[in-house]
């Protein structure tokens, strides 16, 4: 039973035995104590005073003397202020380290109420190449998909592939009209690299008839649509609806170019999916949801025939569902998305990994298909916003190309690991082969950690230089203090050193404590990343404990301690260690390396 539960079952039975009270689990706030403060663990008397009574430092002394007689693992405790700090005999410390070291999945839990949870990430658009912010898009949605499925959840990792619209069509027609045939093979283009450059074209050439029909005096709300190169690509939208064959042949052909070139991207950042979803695929059956709410009077048809559903009784406006020409925008494949999702899986929670830009478009879908459809699933829509990546030198413009490319950023970062750690010497004894892998192992886990640092609900502003320090609050960090460790285990098995049974010191030192304390938190942490949907929250753990472990490295001999129980307790500590890091580091997608 963990150290909390422990305690406050002892709580409950005294507050019943003593007050008849039975009600007051849900106040008992559990904490680590503060490191001012004497004590392991603080229980915060405050929220009793109302049902018991009593003076907050009152009931904390009736709770620490009751404590202290009763629970085994209370040695001693002391009272600031109606907080109530306890202190714990060493030996839970010493059983904990002996039962745990051999865990391989330490930190991940058994989840009393395992849900199916329908995870939705990536979500890229077919006319350009991933970008920065689909980095963070994918880490965040990948690192989730670990975190919940730590903790016993079937999670089903989604994404659904934006591979028709407006924006497709802009694509193609620039490569029409300006491509000259030219492929990925011939341009020695990654695919999705050349469809991007065609979109780019496309805006430069739209913008371009913009100002041609301003100077014929005609005002730019009307200029820009009238530009016959949108016109052009929004014929080419309704061909491609009505199933011309040429359209849909060229539409096939350049999406496969940037299906293989995200393919290609996604192996790099080691992101996966389980089931990957097309527009293209559902938004029929999304057209089809808009005509049965139309039927059944839940939906409106204005004059031009456009289909709409009016929200504002509900707090939002009207909101678009089909336009005049028939055509669907993206809410009518989102609506047809979900109904495939929740026919075929059945979740509890369907979790949309999308930024939060888009807040009030899931509002929107959620309201539709909840209140509107009335169906049950609805409610298990959840939108999992999180804050924009900005560059030092502003926002990224796909249309304009001013966007960070994944493939060149990956490609930086690593370069830039390549220069530090030549410059450190962290190579020595590396052949060519095991350098590189080096090289790519610190540069990507770089880029995944500083992204993933940050509350995935705030904005942040990405340094590629800063992500990568071999001191601070980075992978490089953590990567090389689980090197370190590792280096440490691989001289005790030269040296024929066996830790694997029961081991009790007389003694363990304060630093060794500080550590194990700190080390105990960790499922409660990984627990708490699940729940608040935050990867941020290990990351920012792994890291002070890798602090932490550098400072008892620093303070407490290991290998050349001369009581043999000591040192193989502190090897005990420096498994439990590397498996605590390694497993942090996979729950947000980044490995470590055994030497560096």
């Known amino acids: 039973m963990q150290i909390d539960q422990l305690i406050k079952t002892q709580l409950a039975n005294y507050f019943e035995a003593n007050y008849q009270q039975r009600d007051l689990s849900n106040l008992i706030i559990f904490s680590p104590t503060k490191a ?24 904390a002394h009736e709770i620490g003397t009751y404590l202290k007689e009763n629970c085994a693992i209370v040695s001693e405790y002391n009272v600031i202020k109606g907080f109530l700090n306890l202190s714990f005999d060493f030996s839970l410390w010493l059983n904990f380290i002996n039962k745990t070291f051999k865990l391989t999945d330490f930190g991940f839990s058994k989840s009393e109420n395992p849900q199916n949870i329908v995870l939705e990430y990536s979500s890229p658009n077919t006319n350009k190449p991933l970008h920065l912010g689909h980095i963070r898009n994918n880490l965040i949605g990948h690192s989730l998909s670990r975190i919940l499925s730590s903790q016993n959840h079937n999670v089903i990792r989604t994404n659904l592939v934006n591979d028709r619209g407006i924006h497709i069509c802009k694509s193609m027609l620039a490569w ?28 430069q050439e739209y913008k371009k008839e913009i100002q041609s029909l301003i100077e ?16 052009d690509a929004q014929k080419m939208l309704r061909q491609w609806e009505d199933g011309e064959s040429e359209v849909i042949r060229i539409w096939k052909m350049m999406n496969n170019w940037v299906y293989k070139g995200f393919e290609v991207t996604y192996n790099r950042l080691g992101i996966e999916f389980d089931k990957i979803y097309y527009e293209s695929e559902t938004y029929k059956l999304g057209k089809s949801c808009v005509e049965k709410g139309l039927a ?7 004059e031009d025939g456009s289909i709409w559903v009016d929200l504002t009784n509900d707090g939002l406006d009207e909101k678009l569902l089909l336009r005049s020409d028939g055509t669907s925008v993206y809410i009518t494949q989102d609506m047809g ?92 004894q590396f052949d060519s082969e095991e350098a590189n892998a080096l ?16 509350d995935p609900k705030k904005n942040m502003l990405f340094d590629p230089e800063k992500s990568i320090d071999f001191n601070g609050n980075t992978a490089s960090f953590i990567q090389y203090s689980h090197a370190r460790i590792s280096s440490i285990l691989r001289k005790a098995n030269e040296l024929n050193i066996d830790f694997s049974n029961e081991i009790t010191p007389n ?43 550098n400072q008892f490295y620093h303070e407490i001999s290991i290998l050349k301690e001369v009581d043999a129980s000591k040192m193989k307790f502190r090897l005990k500590l420096c498994k439990i260690s590397t498996q605590v890091l390694k497993n942090g580091m996979w729950l947000l997608g980044i490995n470590v390396p055994e030497r560096m």
């Open 176 to 203: 029409l009209r300006f491509g000259d045939g030219e492929t990925p093979e011939s341009s020695g283009l990654k695919g999705d690299h050349l469809i991007g450059k065609y979109y780019v074209r496309f805006d």
């Open 507 to 549: 003694e363990i030192a304060t630093i060794e404590i500080e550590l194990i304390k700190q080390l105990y938190q960790f499922p409660s942490i990984v627990t708490e990343a699940a729940n608040n949907l935050s990867p941020a929250l290990i990351a920012n753990f792994i890291y002070e404990y890798a602090k932490k472990f």
């Open 216 to 231: 014929l005096g005609i005002e730019k709300g009307n200029a820009e649509k009238q530009a016959p190169t949108l016109l």
């Open 296 to 302: 059944d009077g839940v939906f409106f048809k204005k």
């Open 439 to 454: 090289y790519e192992m610190i540069g990507l886990g770089a880029l995944k950690y500083f992204i993933l640092k940050v």
């Open 337 to 428: 998305t979900a109904l495939l999702r929740a026919e075929a899986y059945h979740p509890d929670k369907m979790i949309y990994v999308v930024g939060n830009e888009q807040i009030y478009h899931f509002d929107v879908l959620k309201l539709i298909l909840e209140k509107k459809l009335n169906y049950e699933w609805g409610k298990s829509i959840y939108h999992m916003s999180y804050g924009m990546v900005e560059l030092p030198s502003g926002k990224m413009k796909s249309r304009e190309g001013t966007v960070v490319d994944a493939d060149n950023l990956m490609d930086d970062m690593v370069n830039i690991a390549k220069q530090q750690t030549m410059e450190l010497g962290k190579i020595d």
């Open 36 to 59: 001012e403060f004497i004590g392991d663990y603080t229980i915060v008397c405050f929220p009793f005073v109302q049902k018991l009574k009593e003076a907050p430092d009152v009931i």
